[in-house]
C-alpha cells in the first residue's frame, strides 16, 4: 500500500469565465455644472493619473461664479486697505473705537465672501493657480476650464461627444483603477470539492504572459 501525501502542489482548475469591473471602485466623470463640451482629450481605453486632462468645458455658469470671485476679492481689498489706514489711527486715539469695529466688520464680511466664492471655485474642480488666472480673463477665457482626473485608472466608458451640451447629472466617462478587478469563474460539480468560501486563489489569464 502506499503512503497518503498531502497536498502540497498547487491545484490547477481551468474555468470559464468573465471579468468585470467592481462598481464601488469606478469614478464617473460628470460635468460640476451646465457646460458644452468642445473637447474630449481622452479615448476609450486611455490610462489616466490624477490631474490629467480629460475635457475641455465652455460654461456660462463658470464665467458667473469667477466674476463673483473677482468681485468679491475687489471688495476684501477695498476693506482691506481701510482697515489698515484706519487701524493706527484707532491706537492714536483719533479714530473712535466703535468706528473702527465697523470697519473690521466689514473687512471680515467681506473675507469670508471671498473664502466662499474662491471654495465655490474650488468645488468645481480649478486649482489655486487657475483661481487667481481667473482675475485677468476676459469674459470668453472666463467661461472656460479643463475637467481633470479625480483618479488614476484607465477609462472604461466614454459617453461624452464634443459640442454637445450637459448638466451635472450626465454621465460623460468612467474611469475604472487597475488594481483591482472582478473574476467570475464558473466551477463544475465535479471540481466543487476543489474550492470553499474564503479561499485564496491565483488567477492566470490565457495569453497573459
Known amino acids: 500500500s502506499e503512503t497518503v501525501k498531502a497536498q502540497t502542489e498547487p491545484v490547477i482548475l481551468r474555468l470559464p469565465g468573465v471579468t468585470d469591473y467592481d462598481p464601488a471602485t469606478l469614478t464617473v466623470v460628470r460635468s460640476p455644472f451646465n457646460s ?19 475635457l475641455e468645458l465652455f460654461s456660462t455658469e463658470l464665467a458667473e461664479a469667477k466674476s463673483d470671485y473677482e468681485m468679491a476679492r475687489s471688495q476684501w481689498t477695498r476693506d482691506k486697505r481701510v482697515l489698515d489706514y484706519k487701524a493706527p489711527l484707532a491706537q492714536r486715539e483719533t479714530l473712535p473705537r466703535k468706528e473702527l469695529i ?3 466688520n466689514d473687512e471680515a464680511k467681506s473675507r469670508l465672501q471671498m473664502k466662499l466664492a474662491a471654495d465655490k471655485l474650488l468645488v468645481y474642480g480649478l486649482t489655486e493657480k487657475e483661481i487667481e488666472e481667473a482675475q485677468s480673463e476676459d469674459g470668453v477665457r472666463k467661461a472656460r476650464m479643463t475637467l481633470r482626473s479625480r483618479a ?10 464634443p459640442g454637445n451640451y450637459y448638466d451635472a447629472k450626465d454621465e460623460m466617462m468612467e474611469i475604472a483603477p487597475l488594481d483591482h478587478l472582478w473574476v467570475r469563474g464558473s466551477v463544475s460539480e ?14 492566470i489569464f490565457p495569453y497573459s504572459h
Do not use: C, H
Open 36 to 54: 458644452r463640451v468642445d473637447r474630449v482629450l481622452v479615448d476609450l481605453g486611455s490610462l489616466v493619473k490624477i490631474g490629467d486632462p480629460l
Open 102 to 104: 465697523e470697519i473690521e
Open 190 to 203: 465535479l471540481d466543487a470539492d476543489k474550492v470553499q468560501v474564503g479561499q485564496t486563489i491565483r488567477v
Open 152 to 161: 488614476d485608472g484607465i477609462v472604461v466608458k466614454r459617453s461624452v461627444v
